[in-house]
């Protein structure tokens, strides 16, 4: 298994939540992290810097088209058509658009949890 450290980032987003999920571990957890992270998602509130909507609003407003590529790319493998057959009730469909912030909530912890999962999946965790 590679290090955190060592893991080099190519695109803002993964920049960003490379930087998030330092902030959020203590060296020698990474593994307890990820799998913490993908068992109970950042709903749970285990992420800082992801709790609070004016924290979830700014990394999708920051990252919008890289989350919006990744829903795409993401809806196209799963085979759907739309957004609440990704999230069920959770996604506000009369916000199709995300320009409130409960859909941009949302989309943000999905990006974060996605990229989390490619970076430890690069790095060789089993999570």
């Known amino acids: 298994m590679k290090k955190l450290s060592s893991y080099k980032a190519t ?7 490379l930087t998030i999920i330092k902030s959020n571990i203590e060296k020698g957890y990474e593994e307890s992290f990820f799998h913490d ?12 810097g992801l ?3 004016y924290e979830t609003t ?5 990252h919008k088209d890289e989350i919006n ?5 993401t809806l196209s493998e799963c085979g759907l058509s739309c957004q609440s057959e990704l ?5 506000d469909t009369e916000d199709f658009l995300c320009v409130e912030t409960i ?4 989309l943000a912890w999905f990006a974060f949890e996605e ?3 490619d970076i430890a999946n690069q790095l060789g965790m089993e999570v």
């Open 103 to 106: 859909n941009q909530n949302l």
């Open 87 to 91: 999230f069920g009730n959770k996604f």
């Open 37 to 48: 992270l993908m068992n109970n998602g950042c709903q749970s509130g285990m992420v800082s």
């Open 115 to 117: 990229t989390a999962r």
């Open 58 to 62: 700014k990394f999708f407003t920051k």
């Open 51 to 53: 709790i609070y909507y």
């Open 11 to 17: 695109t803002a987003l993964e920049r960003s939540t």
């Open 69 to 73: 590529q990744m829903l795409s790319n």
